[in-house]
């Protein structure tokens, strides 16, 4: 139908447009919302704080679509990758500043992208949070305010881990 | 103070070459330092510059940004790149987004096998033809403008221009069948600032040598060939 301009998903229709590409959905949504700083300076703190933990939530995206052999030794790369290299990072930052959140003292995407990715490797790799004392008081904070409450509640968008059927249904959809 | 924007990368295009292009374009001097040991990255490291122990990485007005996406949209934003509303912004975002999937097969390329090269430049070529270029050619017949975005000159049309040239250098007949991307590819190049950067003397880096490549694995010990996705 033309609708998919790169001929990929995600697709969302925000706003009279037909957006693709992860990052400008998300961008917009943030700027829409004011999610995304008050000036150019914490714009480009939280796009460099998303762009890391992207990086680190692009492994566990392919997760599920790796070969059953190189999944533990997948699992190894995801634990050193959070433990040494990204969560460090967020916990210096809450640590130096003392704030609730990542930037400027406000809630923000990059806030939203970090307790989305800490769930996320935790489902994974359970005590990742051990020798983080900040972000697990960081993760509780988030986990209370009362639209990421409600998201986190049964019954909500939010999708589960991906199953065997998800795995199917993208292979079978992207099949050439 | 703000001094001249300082970039910190390998003497090669990688992932900080969008960045001097976005300079560029916007008449902005920039100075590099090059990383050609493993002692200058580790200083880096443990000096505490790389947020993410990562280069790209860039000291402007006073921030070491790290992360090409980041420094790409600030500098875009800063020098008036980034289209006049929210909704401008998406759709340079968007069209961006598309480059970048584009200039990311080309930019694992040299640190391929030779066998896996052979099939990630059929790769390159039918992704650019049948994807890419369709899509931009018909955004330019579609609104009839000069510029992707906006009736305006945004990061969005340095970005293609970069990525029309990179897969011209692997296929140099690839707009043959998108007369309007080779309208756009000879407006875009004669831009002043953008004319100044494709002239020899410019800061624009050459195709990936084997010099780069065994630096690069050198710098940031990878010596395995990395596998084409």
Not at chain 2, 63 to 91: C, F, H, P, W
Not at chain 2, 101 to 117: C, H, Q, W
Not at chain 2, 130 to 138: D, M, N, V
Not at chain 2, 154 to 173: P, Q
């Amino acid at each position: 139908d033309g609708v998919l301009m790169f001929q990929q998903v995600p697709l969302v229709e925000i706003d009279g447009m037909k957006m693709v590409q992860t990052r400008a959905i998300l961008r917009y949504i943030a700027g829409k919302y004011n999610l995304y700083g008050k000036d150019l300076k914490e714009r480009a703190l939280i796009d460099m704080y998303v762009e890391g933990i992207t990086d680190l939530m692009q492994m566990i995206l392919m997760f599920p679509f790796s070969a059953p052999e190189v999944k533990e030794k997948n699992i190894d790369s995801i634990k050193e990758k959070a433990t040494n290299r990204y969560f460090p990072v967020f916990e210096k930052a809450l640590k130096q500043h003392g704030q609730d959140f990542l930037v400027g003292n406000k809630f923000s995407w990059a806030d939203v992208q970090l307790i989305e990715a800490i769930l996320a490797v935790e489902e994974k790799i359970p005590a990742v949070l051990s020798g983080f004392p900040q972000l697990q008081a960081f993760k509780t904070r988030m986990s209370n305010m009362p639209t990421i409450k409600k998201f986190l509640q049964p019954g909500s968008p939010r999708k589960p881990p991906p199953d065997e059927r998800y795995i199917e249904t993208v292979l079978k959809i992207f099949k050439k | 103070m703000a001094g001249k924007p300082k970039l910190y990368y390998f003497d090669g295009r990688g992932k900080m070459e969008s960045i001097r292009w976005l300079l560029a374009a916007a008449g902005v001097e920039f100075e590099e330092e090059f990383l050609e040991t493993r002692e200058q990255y580790e200083k880096l490291l443990q000096g505490g510059s790389l947020l993410f122990q990562q280069v790209p990485l860039v000291e402007i007005d006073g921030m070491k940004m790290v992360q090409t996406r980041a420094i790409l949209s600030y500098i875009a934003a800063k020098y008036n790149l980034y289209g006049k509303d929210l909704k401008e912004r998406a759709l340079i975002d968007m069209y961006v987004g598309g480059t970048d999937d584009l200039m990311g097969f080309i930019l694992m390329f040299p640190f391929l096998s030779a066998e896996d090269k052979e099939k990630q430049h059929a790769v390159i070529v039918q992704k650019a033809t049948s994807r890419y270029f369709p899509a931009y050619e018909k955004v330019l017949k579609d609104h009839g403008q000069d510029f992707l975005v906006g009736n305006n000159f945004s990061w969005a049309d340095v970005h293609l221009l970069e990525a029309i040239l990179m897969v011209e250098e692997k296929k140099s007949d690839v707009l043959s069948g998108f007369p309007r991307l080779q309208a756009f590819k000879a407006r875009i190049s004669s831009i002043p600032t953008i004319k100044k950067f494709l002239e020899p003397g410019s800061q624009r880096k050459p195709v990936p040598d084997d010099k780069y490549v065994e630096t690069v694995r050198r710098v940031l010990r990878v010596y395995y060939d990395i596998k084409a996705t």
